[in-house]
């Protein structure tokens, strides 16, 4: 017994001797930072991992003996909206001090992120949760509340980071203490997460915005993160971040006033040019996205491009911008000044190619600046306008790729802010929400209730931020809280009538970030721009509605998708294409502005394509003949943003309902993927190579292979983009009930009339003749193998873009045979390139063709009770 209690202390001994000595510090090396994280889940049992992947430890390894009045707790309530359980579904609570223990290493510079999720803990009641948290002297958070904070912002969890500057040599160890209030009896601390990231010390001096001599220091700050945004990109996990485990959202729901500008990427580019900036500053994704303000300087020397915070009186703030040239490599072509506060920032402008002396080389400039005032959130505003004075540039316009703000704490060594103050709307919708609540679940306490329902109420209030479309604004409330928000929102306004009355189906299943990436219309807004759904104004039918041309904000064009009630195709698609549209941006895909959702009404608004569908220039009284290359430049464009789909984003995103009216044009004969109803997200691991799914899609252009075994894959895209290349070509539609049996189907027609040397006599008859033969040959070889009856013959959309620009290259050059010769990726084709049509190299049996499947023709028994449906959607072309 006696050795058992020696051995029992010796291992505790060990234990302490460990934690203090390995001491997580940023070695240079962000990945170095990043598996030197602490990640602890407050409350668990047991390791865990997030929905990232990201692994979570214990949290009693850093809690000091002395904590023993501190209680692990699960919660009884999980809120859709969290992104995944881990760390939010449990919590330590306390009564007293708590207080975790952390070693550091004196030098380095740490990102502390407190995550709190304030629902129903059993007997602990969440409105009684008042606690201050100090670190290294410095107050973080006073009197806190996470529940009023909660409400204010609509959020069900709340997620705080902080940046605390190295500390004073000698000293080993972080302590993060939780104190519960002496001023709300009953008052107790809780936490479900805690982060510690090493990181370097970021920080340099900072210009102070109206004192050109003078400048902030950044080393020695501990400061709050205010907002952090990828300026006209996507939203960036922690995993895709440089090393830092840092958040990047779009900037979207920050633009202030009607003028959003344009927003780029730069999808060519080989690779950023570092010149003496280390690369963790952040990610590559944020130097190659960028908003500007727009090619026409009648328009961009109008407004300013302007971006709102809501932040707390009485600090200091450091703000941090991105900037990444692209498009000119000159000084003075883009010149343009920063407003700060209303303070001009930069007295003798801005211009990145000054800065970095050539294109592709990222930068950031520090600005600080003194928020004034006593009580209540002010507003600062973060703007750029082209400069026009003495020194013109060759264009007016601005840039912004990334954009980040920090709270300084101030000299008491204080961050905390007041919690904020509902306003009376909001309070109102709370007390409703949490007396209907309380009325179905008793056992659950009102605050947990009114958390657990944000996801419901709360996407509509989350849109309050997305006014930057209009011009009048909602009251805020009298003071508030800034937030390290995974949610949008750092003002408290109320929400729309439509989503906080419950009776929005469509919303309550939207993700929060796809809700705030759009702008929220209301029913009266969409009445006035189509002038009460004139149908003067109809410019198109689909299988979701008819579509109206429409203005907005007084002169802005807009496409606006009307829901048909008696339509099958309804909110499950409504849904789709907004998470799928408000997540994508690309110079060939439709932008989505936003949407509508009240009274049973479904809208979606769209750019404005001034030149329609592409079906409507081929056939059935189209308006311009197309000549054969802009028919190829708008394939090109169209498989640009397909390709997109398949391998620029996140996930694979397969389109499912690929054809010719869901190419548009806008006013440059620019081509643009549109209507992602469909669209299905790609096999999420590696092992698999498709997604089981029921069929869907548009018959004619439906993927044998798909239609057979049920399982979807991108290269299902490539088979219907393939029959769009024969629909170009012979400018017919892909389903003709009229025509002879064989000719029904034009993958079936093209196919033979391929393998039977005769595709000359299918060919549109105003641009045969013009086409030259190795274009033609190229262009109608790739073709056929898209329309492969198996997806593994079938080439990947990558290889289908560079054989369609091939193929326009071969047109414009006047020796197709050099053309080819000069390009390494088809010398094979060179050798060959004035065989004739019908010796192409079809890698196919020539009797294959007679037993294929044809969507259009062919139905098993089992099917022929419903061919009435069936070859209704043939006849009427515009529907599914």
Request: proline share 5%.
């Amino acid at each position: 017994m006696h050795i058992g209690c020696h051995l029992k202390l010796f291992v505790i001994f060990t234990i302490i001797l460990l934690l203090n000595t390995i001491k997580p510090s940023f070695s240079g090396n962000p990945k170095a930072a990043a598996s030197a994280a602490i990640a602890l889940d407050c409350g668990a049992t047991s390791e865990g991992k997030d929905g990232d992947g990201r692994k979570w430890d214990i949290d009693t390894k850093y809690l000091p003996p002395s904590q023993g009045d501190s209680q692990t707790i699960k919660a009884t309530f999980q809120d859709p909206s969290l992104p995944s359980e881990i760390p939010y579904m449990t919590a330590r609570v306390s009564n007293s001090d708590m207080s975790y223990k952390f070693p550091i290493d004196s030098k380095s510079r740490y990102f502390l992120r407190l995550h709190f999720y304030p629902t129903n803990y059993n007997s602990f009641n969440i409105s009684n949760s008042y606690f201050s948290v100090t670190v290294a002297g410095f107050t973080l958070l006073n009197n806190f509340s996470a529940a009023i904070t909660a409400e204010a912002l609509t959020q069900a969890y709340i997620i705080k980071e902080y940046s605390i500057a190295p500390l004073d040599d000698g000293v080993d160890s972080l302590e993060v203490v939780f104190k519960p209030s002496n001023k709300h009896p009953g008052s107790f601390s809780f936490i479900n997460g805690i982060e510690l990231v090493p990181t370097p010390n970021f920080f340099d001096s900072a210009s102070l915005v109206g004192f050109s001599d003078q400048t902030l220091d950044g080393k020695t700050s501990t400061v709050e993160t205010i907002a952090r945004l990828n300026v006209g990109g996507n939203y960036i996990p922690p995993t895709n971040d440089s090393g830092l485990l840092r958040t990047w959202y779009d900037d979207t729901p920050y633009i202030f006033g009607a003028a959003a500008g344009v927003t780029s990427a730069d999808n060519e580019t080989v690779g950023l040019v570092y010149q003496g900036m280390p690369k963790y500053i952040a990610p590559y994704d944020v130097y190659d996205t960028w908003r500007s303000m727009g090619p026409d300087p009648n328009i961009t020397l109008n407004f300013n491009l302007t971006w709102a915070f809501s932040v707390d009186p009485a600090f200091t703030y450091i703000i941090r911008l991105h900037f990444c040239e692209h498009i000119y490599s000159k000084v003075n072509q883009r010149l343009f000044n920063i407003f700060i506060y209303n303070q001009t920032a930069t007295p003798s402008g801005a211009d990145v190619i000054a800065w970095t002396g050539a294109k592709d080389v990222p930068i950031y400039k520090d600005y600080a600046v003194n928020v004034q005032g006593k009580e209540g959130q002010q507003e600062l505003l973060v703007g750029l306008h082209p400069r026009d004075g003495v020194e013109k540039p060759e264009f007016y316009d601005a840039l912004l790729n990334g954009l980040e703000m920090f709270k300084v704490s101030d000299g008491n060594k204080n961050l905390a802010g007041p919690n904020p103050t509902l306003s009376e709307a909001l309070a109102k919708v709370v007390k409703e929400k949490r007396e209907d609540f309380s009325k179905d679940k008793p056992n659950i306490n009102a605050i947990g209730a009114a958390s657990g329902v944000a996801a419901a109420f709360g996407l509509a209030t989350v849109f309050a931020v997305v006014l930057y479309k209009k011009k009048s604004k909602m009251p805020r409330s009298k003071s508030g809280t800034t937030s390290w928000l995974p949610l949008y929102g750092n003002s408290q306004t109320t929400g729309m009538k439509s989503t906080i009355g419950g009776s929005s189906v469509a919303s309550a299943q939207l993700s929060t970030e796809a809700a705030a990436n759009c702008r929220h219309f209301t029913l009266a807004e969409i009445r006035r721009a189509t002038k009460n759904f004139d149908e003067s104004h109809v410019i198109g039918v689909g299988g979701f509605g008819k579509v109206y041309k429409g203005v907005i904000d007084g002169s802005f064009k807009v496409a606006i998708k009307k829901s048909n009630p008696s339509s099958e195709q309804g909110v499950n698609e409504f849904v789709t294409e907004i998470e799928m549209l408000s997540k994508l941006r690309h110079k060939h895909l439709v932008s989505l502005i936003g949407y509508c959702e009240e009274d049973g009404e479904m809208a979606l608004v769209y750019d404005f394509m001034a030149h329609g569908t592409l079906r409507e220039h081929l056939y059935k009284g189209n308006k311009i003949n197309l000549t054969w290359k802009q028919r190829l430049e708008m394939l090109i464009g169209a498989a640009k943003g397909l390709h997109y789909l398949h391998t620029g984003s996140k996930y694979t995103i397969i389109h499912r309902d690929v054809k010719t009216t869901n190419i548009l044009l806008d006013e440059n004969w620019v081509a643009k993927i549109s209507d992602f109803g469909l669209s299905k997200t790609g096999p999420e691991t590696t092992n698999q190579n498709h997604v089981s799914t029921v069929v869907k899609g548009s018959f004619g252009y439906l993927d044998p292979e798909y239609f057979r075994r049920q399982q979807l894959t991108e290269k299902s895209d490539v088979y219907s983009f393939g029959v769009v290349l024969f629909e170009i070509l012979c400018a017919r539609p892909a389903l003709n009930p009229s025509l002879p049996k064989e000719q029904v189907s034009l993958a079936d027609w093209a196919r033979s009339s391929v393998r039977k040397g005769n595709i000359d006599d299918i060919i549109d008859p105003h641009i045969k003749g013009t086409i030259k033969p190795e274009c033609l040959k190229k262009f109608v070889d790739t073709a056929f193998k898209c329309l492969s009856d198996h997806g593994i013959d079938r080439p990947s959309m990558s290889d289908l873009l560079w054989n369609l620009e091939f193929s326009l290259q071969l047109q414009e050059s006047g020796d197709g045979e050099k053309a080819a010769t000069n390009n390494g990726r088809n010398n094979a084709v060179s050798d060959n390139i004035n065989m004739h049509l019908n010796t192409l190299n079809l890698e196919e049996d020539e009797d294959e063709g007679d037993d294929e499947y044809s969507a259009a023709t062919t139905l098993s028994s089992n099917e022929e009770n419903s061919s009435t449906a069936i070859f209704s959607q043939i006849v009427h072309q515009t529907g599914r």
